[in-house]
Nanobody, 122 residues
């Protein structure tokens, strides 16, 4: 198992930016692809962005393409999500997790962390 701690969420106005961080511990971080997921109130958790173990390959859900950027620092065991041009519909709790595939993973491989809440006001 990998322990995951997300941070960086907050309240932001529409059009604003936030940078989320996910610190991982417990297994060699650099061996695994990682993903960001989100869960909005009353909705199921969905994947947002994924990144390969090397950081070379990334994949995004359609609704965030061109606005969000996923990156990782294997030396710091941390994965990031830079979110620009935020919209009210981006409001959700954001989670990170190890994933088994880059393209549209359905879930993560480890227990979910506490997540970090992003609230975008209109």
């Amino acid at each position: 198992q990998v322990q995951l701690v997300e941070s960086g969420g907050g309240l932001v106005q529409a059009g604003g930016s936030l940078r989320l961080s996910c610190a991982a511990s417990g297994r060699p971080f650099s061996n695994y692809a990682m993903g960001w997921f989100r869960q909005a109130p009353g909705k199921e958790r969905e994947f947002v962005a994924t990144i390969s173990w090397s950081g070379v390959s990334t994949y995004y859900t359609d609704s965030v393409k061109g606005r969000f950027t996923i990156s990782r620092d294997n030396g710091k065991n941390t994965v990031y999500l830079q979110m620009n041009s935020l919209k009210p519909e981006d409001t959700a709790v954001y989670y990170c997790n190890r994933i088994s595939r880059i393209v549209a993973p359905s879930t993560g491989l480890d227990a979910w962390g506490q997540g970090t809440l992003v609230t975008v006001s209109s």
